[in-house]
Protein backbone atom coordinates (compact mmCIF):
# COMPACT_ATOMS: atom_id res chain seq x y z
CA UNK A 1 0.00 0.00 0.00
CA UNK A 2 2.66 2.44 0.74
CA UNK A 3 4.27 1.75 -2.72
CA UNK A 4 1.06 2.38 -3.92
CA UNK A 5 0.80 5.16 -2.19
CA UNK A 6 3.99 6.85 -3.58
CA UNK A 7 3.39 6.35 -6.90
CA UNK A 8 0.06 7.85 -7.08
CA UNK A 9 1.81 11.09 -5.81
CA UNK A 10 4.44 10.59 -7.91
CA UNK A 11 2.24 9.88 -11.26
CA UNK A 12 0.09 13.55 -9.57
CA UNK A 13 2.89 15.48 -9.64
CA UNK A 14 4.36 13.84 -13.47
CA UNK A 15 1.26 14.88 -14.72
CA UNK A 16 1.78 18.29 -13.57
CA UNK A 17 5.67 18.39 -14.68
CA UNK A 18 4.85 17.66 -17.93
CA UNK A 19 2.80 21.26 -18.32
CA UNK A 20 4.94 23.56 -21.14
CA UNK A 21 8.17 24.30 -19.21
CA UNK A 22 8.84 28.02 -20.26
CA UNK A 23 13.02 27.36 -18.84
CA UNK A 24 15.44 25.82 -21.12
CA UNK A 25 16.66 23.05 -18.57
CA UNK A 26 13.10 21.71 -17.93
CA UNK A 27 12.24 18.39 -18.03
CA UNK A 28 11.37 16.41 -21.49
CA UNK A 29 8.35 14.15 -21.86
CA UNK A 30 10.70 11.73 -22.45
CA UNK A 31 13.21 12.49 -19.08
CA UNK A 32 9.70 12.65 -17.25
CA UNK A 33 8.59 8.77 -18.42
CA UNK A 34 12.19 7.63 -17.77
CA UNK A 35 11.56 8.90 -14.12
CA UNK A 36 8.64 7.42 -13.75
CA UNK A 37 10.14 3.80 -15.08
CA UNK A 38 12.83 3.92 -12.53
CA UNK A 39 10.48 5.01 -9.47
CA UNK A 40 8.43 1.93 -9.05
CA UNK A 41 11.97 -0.11 -8.85
CA UNK A 42 13.73 2.55 -6.28
CA UNK A 43 10.28 3.11 -3.60
CA UNK A 44 10.48 -0.84 -3.47
CA UNK A 45 14.03 -0.43 -1.54
CA UNK A 46 13.03 2.76 -0.03
CA UNK A 47 12.81 2.77 4.28
CA UNK A 48 9.04 3.87 5.33
CA UNK A 49 10.42 7.03 6.33
CA UNK A 50 12.63 8.26 3.08
CA UNK A 51 12.33 11.87 2.84
CA UNK A 52 14.52 12.03 -1.13
CA UNK A 53 15.94 8.89 -2.84
CA UNK A 54 18.94 9.26 -5.45
CA UNK A 55 20.59 7.24 -8.14
CA UNK A 56 23.95 8.56 -9.34
CA UNK A 57 25.80 6.96 -12.24
CA UNK A 58 29.46 7.78 -13.22
CA UNK A 59 30.88 6.62 -16.24
CA UNK A 60 34.62 6.60 -16.72
CA UNK A 61 34.08 7.97 -20.17
CA UNK A 62 30.90 9.61 -22.19
CA UNK A 63 28.88 6.90 -24.26
CA UNK A 64 30.20 4.48 -21.88
CA UNK A 65 27.22 1.44 -21.51
CA UNK A 66 28.38 0.68 -17.99
CA UNK A 67 29.78 2.08 -15.04
CA UNK A 68 29.51 2.45 -10.99
CA UNK A 69 26.09 3.44 -9.97
CA UNK A 70 24.82 3.98 -6.28
CA UNK A 71 21.53 4.16 -4.47
CA UNK A 72 20.98 6.92 -1.96
CA UNK A 73 18.04 7.58 0.13
CA UNK A 74 17.86 10.55 3.21
CA UNK A 75 15.05 10.45 5.89
CA UNK A 76 15.49 14.12 6.75
CA UNK A 77 14.67 17.13 4.11
CA UNK A 78 18.45 18.85 5.76
CA UNK A 79 20.05 16.37 4.48
CA UNK A 80 21.82 15.20 1.26
CA UNK A 81 20.61 11.38 0.53
CA UNK A 82 23.54 9.44 1.91
CA UNK A 83 22.35 6.35 3.32
CA UNK A 84 22.50 3.11 0.96
CA UNK A 85 19.33 0.81 0.13
CA UNK A 86 18.98 -1.76 -2.51
CA UNK A 87 15.86 -1.14 -5.27
CA UNK A 88 13.90 -3.65 -6.67
CA UNK A 89 16.81 -4.72 -9.40
CA UNK A 90 20.18 -2.46 -9.36
CA UNK A 91 20.17 -2.85 -13.10
CA UNK A 92 17.04 -1.79 -14.27
CA UNK A 93 17.09 2.08 -13.27
CA UNK A 94 20.48 2.57 -14.73
CA UNK A 95 19.51 1.11 -17.90
CA UNK A 96 16.72 3.35 -18.11
CA UNK A 97 19.02 6.74 -17.92
CA UNK A 98 21.52 5.28 -20.78
CA UNK A 99 18.70 4.15 -22.85
CA UNK A 100 17.49 8.08 -22.21
CA UNK A 101 21.13 9.21 -23.16
CA UNK A 102 20.19 8.37 -26.81
CA UNK A 103 17.45 10.49 -26.80
CA UNK A 104 18.81 14.09 -25.66
CA UNK A 105 20.19 16.14 -27.72
CA UNK A 106 23.23 15.70 -29.38
CA UNK A 107 25.11 18.18 -27.14
CA UNK A 108 23.89 16.82 -24.20
CA UNK A 109 24.56 13.05 -24.83
CA UNK A 110 28.67 12.84 -23.47
CA UNK A 111 27.56 12.94 -19.78
CA UNK A 112 29.80 11.19 -17.84
CA UNK A 113 27.96 11.25 -14.63
CA UNK A 114 24.03 11.71 -13.82
CA UNK A 115 22.31 12.01 -10.77
CA UNK A 116 18.18 10.86 -10.28
CA UNK A 117 17.15 12.51 -7.26
CA UNK A 118 13.48 11.55 -6.26
CA UNK A 119 11.51 13.35 -3.22
CA UNK A 120 8.71 11.91 -1.72
CA UNK A 121 6.18 14.41 -2.68
CA UNK A 122 6.74 13.17 -6.30
CA UNK A 123 8.72 16.30 -7.67
CA UNK A 124 12.18 14.81 -8.88
CA UNK A 125 15.20 15.86 -11.39
CA UNK A 126 17.72 14.83 -13.38
CA UNK A 127 21.14 16.63 -12.92
CA UNK A 128 23.91 15.12 -16.18
CA UNK A 129 27.67 16.05 -15.29
CA UNK A 130 30.06 16.43 -18.39
CA UNK A 131 34.25 16.16 -18.73
CA UNK A 132 35.78 19.48 -18.89
CA UNK A 133 36.84 20.64 -21.54
CA UNK A 134 40.44 20.30 -22.83
CA UNK A 135 42.44 23.33 -22.50
CA UNK A 136 43.54 24.51 -25.80
CA UNK A 137 47.27 25.04 -26.35
Request: charged share 30%; aromatic share 8%; glycine share 6%.
Amino acid sequence: MRVLSIVLVFAAAQGWAQAPVTEERGASDRENRAVADMVDCLVAGLPQDWYAAAMQINLDKPMDKTGAVRYLVSRDDKIAPSEPFQPCDVKKPPQVLLELRDSLPKDRRGWIGAEVRVLRDGRFGIRYGYPKPKPKP
